[in-house]
């Protein structure tokens, strides 16, 4: 029977070619967004991939989204924590906001949607979760003290509950994502990613986010049954780990 999978953001970016690289591939797909209703519904009819709105940074929420994914379509298999946001600004300038917007939905989303889905992997003793988390929750970045601080977060909890669940035929790896052709980055003001940011990336070019869905699908697969607690980086060569 086909695998269940819910990719978070996964509408846009690098979630859209997650999920849609995961339906190419035989999985039963779902797909959550935060905000924006004309993309997800764009994305839902040309993919057919279910679409659910919730916030992930309301633990309640989540509850009540997984509930009916799982209604809908099966136990969640593999589990794709994607979704997040950037509010930068150098710490002597960000604002509470910025703080607790970042670490409320990268890290605080990352506990409310994997508490959902852990007790029943542990039951049916089989499980792949795959964090999203960052080169700059790696190597840290000017500007982004809350989000390499949450991304920074992601590999902790991605490596403490690999060991909670190896026994249970679940495996918990993270990709750190490099520079990436999505809307993120566009909140980077050009001339930053001309002299600091491409120069630094030794491919000499962004990646694209079918370049992630590759990594994902390979981590969500049998053949990456021996990988758990791992950080996979793609990022062009820009941070050597
Ligand atoms: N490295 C070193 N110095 C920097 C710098 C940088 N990246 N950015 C700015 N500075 C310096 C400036 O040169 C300036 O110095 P002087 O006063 O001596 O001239 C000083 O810092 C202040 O510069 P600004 O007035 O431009 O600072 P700002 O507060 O308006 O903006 C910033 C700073 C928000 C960090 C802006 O530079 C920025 O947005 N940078 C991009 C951050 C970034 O890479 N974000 C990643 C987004 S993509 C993502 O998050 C996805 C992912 O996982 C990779």
């Given at each position: 029977?086909?695998?269940?999978?819910?990719?978070?953001?996964?509408?846009?970016?690098?979630?859209?070619?997650?999920?849609?690289?995961?339906?190419?591939?035989?999985?039963?797909?779902?797909?959550?967004?935060?905000?924006?209703?004309?993309?997800?519904?764009?994305?839902?009819?040309?993919?057919?991939?279910?679409?659910?709105?919730?916030?992930?940074?309301?633990?309640?929420?989540?509850?009540?989204?997984?509930?009916?994914?799982?209604?809908?379509?099966?136990?969640?298999?593999?589990?794709?924590?994607?979704?997040?946001?950037?509010?930068?600004?150098?710490?002597?300038?960000?604002?509470?906001?910025?703080?607790?917007?970042?670490?409320?939905?990268?890290?605080?989303?990352?506990?409310?949607?994997?508490?959902?889905v852990i007790e029943g992997m542990r039951e049916r003793k089989f499980g792949r979760i795959i964090t999203i988390s960052s080169i700059n929750g790696q190597k840290g970045q000017f500007g982004q003290t809350n989000y390499s601080a949450a991304k920074a977060g992601e590999l902790g909890f991605t490596k403490a509950l690999a060991l909670e669940t190896a026994r249970f035929g679940i495996t918990v790896n993270a990709i750190c994502p490099g520079y990436i052709h999505t809307d993120m980055?566009?909140?980077?003001?050009?001339?930053?990613?001309?002299?600091?940011?491409?120069?630094?990336?030794?491919?000499?070019?962004?990646?694209?986010?079918?370049?992630?869905?590759?990594?994902?699908?390979?981590?969500?697969?049998?053949?990456?049954?021996?990988?758990?607690?791992?950080?996979?980086?793609?990022?062009?060569?820009?941070?050597?780990?």
């Amino acid at each position: 029977m086909a695998r269940v999978a819910l990719v978070t953001g996964g509408t846009r970016g690098i979630g859209a070619a997650t999920a849609r690289a995961l339906k190419a591939s035989g999985y039963v797909v779902a797909a959550t967004y935060a905000g924006n209703a004309e993309a997800a519904h764009a994305f839902q009819a040309e993919t057919g991939i279910t679409v659910q709105r919730w916030d992930i940074s309301d633990f309640d929420a989540c509850t009540l989204g997984v509930k009916a994914v799982e209604a809908a379509l099966g136990p969640i298999d593999v589990m794709v924590n994607n979704a997040g946001i950037a509010r930068d600004a150098a710490l002597h300038k960000m604002t509470r906001e910025h703080w607790d917007a970042v670490i409320r939905t990268n890290l605080d989303g990352l506990f409310n949607m994997c508490r959902q889905v852990i007790e029943g992997m542990r039951e049916r003793k089989f499980g792949r979760i795959i964090t999203i988390s960052s080169i700059n929750g790696q190597k840290g970045q000017f500007g982004q003290t809350n989000y390499s601080a949450a991304k920074a977060g992601e590999l902790g909890f991605t490596k403490a509950l690999a060991l909670e669940t190896a026994r249970f035929g679940i495996t918990v790896n993270a990709i750190c994502p490099g520079y990436i052709h999505t809307d993120m980055l566009d909140a980077v003001p050009a001339d930053v990613m001309e002299k600091s940011i491409l120069p630094q990336i030794p491919l000499g070019r962004l990646g694209r986010p079918e370049e992630i869905a590759r990594a994902v699908l390979f981590l969500a697969s049998e053949d990456a049954g021996f990988i758990t607690g791992s950080t996979l980086s793609v990022n062009g060569g820009q941070y050597l780990s």
